[in-house]
């Protein structure tokens, strides 16, 4: 069973929300819980399935827990600053790619299931825990030269539901995903989808399993040898087939189909029509199976 905390969508529960309350920047991360059990780090996706090449990263969370205290960490894992080049990074069971042993890599640390106090309350508060805890891990990173910044999420206070569309609109202009909106008073609820956190995203979006793969053709009808479009199932029987899919990753998808049907994939969508069927489907990622 998934052990970390998920959020409902604004959209439907805004009005649960109190103020002030905090607004996070949102990014295309993949989520990441560390523990550190017994001197052994490990690294786990939402579902609770293990992530691959990530020993690298243990000198980091064995520090913070013999000097800051927590031996749980609720984390994004980012490289390149793309889910797709995340996304590879932690599913190689066969090492890590060549393209990615020097890139850009963070964690964002988003909290600490362990930690009891109320997200945001004066000098006595998890936030603050947080922020404490990060500085420690960016500290370090940078002492031992490892190619990989530690930070929590860019964060803005907000007042009103109004405040909060604001703040939302502004961090869709400079290219981020979404918001994630907070209520000071929350407490981490591991496992549970809480509304004291509630995501803010320009489209809907949908999952379900990968059926099949359709290779790209250019304007000429020419074969292209990568996956243009992937045909999704949905729980409720329903299809869809969503094209954009980064020309890397559709190489992959093309030349290695039994990895990816079977799978579980997300893709974004304007609406629904009245058939059932989902307008401009655009493929997002591939993600954990749901449990």
């Known amino acids: 069973m998934p052990e970390l905390m998920k959020g409902h969508?604004?959209?439907?529960h805004s009005h649960k929300m109190t103020y002030p309350c905090s607004v996070q920047v949102k990014t295309d991360e993949i989520r990441c819980h560390v523990k550190v059990q017994g001197g052994v780090v490990t690294y786990l996706s939402y579902a609770g399935k293990p992530l691959h090449n990530m020993q690298i990263f243990d000198p980091i969370f064995l520090r913070l827990h013999r000097y800051v205290g927590p031996s749980e960490f609720d984390t994004g894992f980012e490289v390149n600053g793309n889910f797709n080049d995340s996304y590879r990074w932690v599913r190689s069971s066969r090492g890590l790619p060549e393209d990615l042993k020097v890139e850009s890599v963070r964690f964002i640390l988003f909290d600490l299931p362990e930690c009891p106090l109320e997200y945001y309350f004066g000098d006595f508060d998890r936030r603050?825990?947080?922020e404490a805890v990060a500085r420690h891990g960016a500290a370090y990173t940078l002492f031992v030269c490892l190619p990989t910044n530690f930070q929590t999420p860019e964060e803005h206070i907000a007042s009103s539901p109004e405040e909060v569309q604001e703040l939302y609109s502004q961090m869709i202009e400079q290219g981020h995903e979404g918001a994630m909106v907070k209520s000071h008073s929350h407490t981490y609820e591991p496992g549970k989808r809480s509304y004291g956190w509630l995501k803010i995203k320009p489209e809907e979006d949908a999952d379900g399993v990968v059926e099949y793969v359709h290779e790209a053709v250019s304007e000429s009808g020419e074969p292209l040898g990568r996956a243009g479009s992937i045909s999704i199932r949905m729980e409720?029987?329903?299809?869809?087939?969503?094209?954009?899919?980064?020309?890397?990753?559709?190489?992959?998808m093309f030349t290695n189909p039994d990895n990816y049907v079977g799978q579980w994939a997300e893709f974004k969508y304007m609406e629904r029509d009245r058939q059932g069927g989902y307008?401009?489907?655009r493929f997002h990622?591939?993600?954990?199976?749901?449990?």
């Open 9 to 12: 969508k604004w959209s439907e």
């Open 128 to 130: 603050t825990r947080i």
């Open 279 to 281: 307008r401009h489907p």
């Open 285 to 291: 990622r591939m993600r954990e199976a749901k449990k």
């Open 236 to 252: 409720d029987g329903s299809l869809a087939t969503p094209h954009g899919i980064a020309h890397e990753l559709g190489r992959d």
